[in-house]
């Protein structure tokens, strides 16, 4: 069992940065998967935000990547989503993903194994 843990989200200011960590509890090593962040605002849908490979190859969501970086540091276990200029619309719960096939995150969240429970972000003026 994979349990995904994400920590980094709170309030944040419309034209900030915020940095969203996911680290896996137990002796897990979410190298061995491919990782994504995945966000869904409230009544809306569970979208895929970005997607990292084993082998370090990114995946952003086209409305987004000018403002995304995904990355992963496999020393420390955890797997990152730097989003700059935030913006209201950037409100949701932020989930932490990961599955054996770069591909099953890229095409998620159908699919997809493994899941946090979620970070909410809240984006103000």
């Known amino acids: 069992q994979v349990r995904l843990v994400e920590s980094g989200g709170g309030l944040m200011q419309a034209g900030g940065s915020l940095r969203l960590s996911c680290t896996a509890s137990g002796l897990i090593s979410l190298k061995l998967f491919a990782m994504g962040w995945f966000r869904q605002a409230p009544g809306k849908e569970r979208n895929l935000v970005a997607a990292i490979s084993r082998d370090g190859l990114k995946n952003y969501a086209d409305s987004l990547k000018a403002r995304l970086t995904i990355s992963r540091d496999s020393a420390k276990n955890t797997v990152y989503l730097q989003m700059d200029d935030l913006k209201p619309e950037d409100t949701a719960v932020y989930y932490c993903?990961?599955?054996?096939?770069?591909?099953?995150?890229?095409?998620?969240?159908?699919?997809?194994?493994?899941w946090g429970k979620g970070t909410l972000v809240s984006v103000s003026l």
């Open positions: 993903a990961a599955d054996d096939l770069f591909l099953s995150v890229v095409r998620g969240p159908k699919g997809v194994d493994y």
